[in-house]
């Protein structure tokens, strides 16, 4: 019984300190009272606060949210700081809900201002600041607190390496994005960096899965070619119908695997050029 109780302070303990260690992200503000009146959310109970967007959040190995409000008269300024399993998943829940349109700048490894809100991503965190407010001081206010957060975000601060393995020629910028379950609709496909494309009349989408293992990606190739799939070349290429997307262009070598979609199959040199690109040694 002692060594139980022993084991349950310290499990007490470790869970505390790492609660601490994400509320001292939030640093004061020059002007504003800062207030946390929030609980502490982990998946859990995500869904009491933000209803039915939980479920991309928790796809992505949400961890936990703290919330603090900085107010200033009758002028309120709300920041919310999600923590993910790794920068890989805090990316992708920040890549999909930014826009290629959006006004970005320079704090933590991208961050975009729009009207009353600033959002950003630094290592395994997301960030969110929110106002109500139409001043332009309260936004100055906003965009200050988050460099501060960003500052006090220790680890990573760039976008993930693997995304450098996509060709410069044709990329849609900002619009790249990591996809955790079901890729292209089918649940076998699992963790793909996916970025657009557009060369002259040909839009397509780019999809890189960089496995655990060659047997990791050689079963989803197989799963997805079906009788097609050989597996007895170093890199097997193929094109194939997808009852979910069309026209798909494939290539596997070992742990890494490639999926263009969008591009019919009169299309397969503009694929394999892409293919090949990424499959490099």
């Not at 919310?80 to 809900?97: Q, T």
């Amino acid at each position: 019984m002692i060594r139980k109780s022993v084991v349950v302070v310290f499990i007490t303990v470790i869970s505390l300190s790492g609660l601490f260690a994400q509320q001292g992200l939030f640093p004061p503000l020059k002007g504003y009272k800062a207030v946390n009146e929030y609980p502490v959310y982990t998946p859990d109970d995500l869904w009491n606060y933000i209803d039915g967007a939980a479920d991309a959040y928790l796809s992505l190995g949400f961890v936990d949210l703290n919330i603090t409000e900085y107010v200033k008269g009758k002028k309120n300024i709300k920041a919310e700081i999600y923590r993910f399993g790794d920068d890989i998943m805090a990316f992708g829940m920040y890549s999909l809900e930014r826009s290629p349109g959006y006004n970005f700048i320079p704090v933590g490894v991208q961050g975009f201002n729009e009207e009353g809100l600033v959002y950003f991503y630094k290592d395994r965190y997301y960030v969110k600041i929110m106002t109500q407010s139409q001043s332009k001081r309260v936004n100055e206010a906003m965009n200050d607190l988050a460099k501060m957060i960003s500052d006090r975000i220790e680890g990573k601060n760039e976008f993930p390496v693997l995304l450098k393995l996509f060709p410069v020629e044709g990329l849609l910028k900002n619009q790249e994005t990591f996809i955790l379950e079901s890729v292209l609709g089918h649940e076998f496909l699992r963790g793909a960096f996916r970025a657009s494309y557009e060369i002259d009349n040909d839009r397509f989408d780019i999809y890189f899965f960089n496995c655990k293992s060659t047997e990791e990606a050689s079963d989803m190739a197989a799963k997805l070619a079906g009788d097609a799939f050989t597996g007895n070349e170093d890199t097997f290429k193929y094109v194939f119908e997808d009852g979910f997307n069309g026209v798909l262009h494939m290539a596997q070598q070992r742990e890494k695997m490639v999926i263009i979609s969008g591009l019919d199959s009169n299309s397969t040199p503009l694929a394999e050029r892409y293919i090949s690109a990424m499959l490099r040694p």
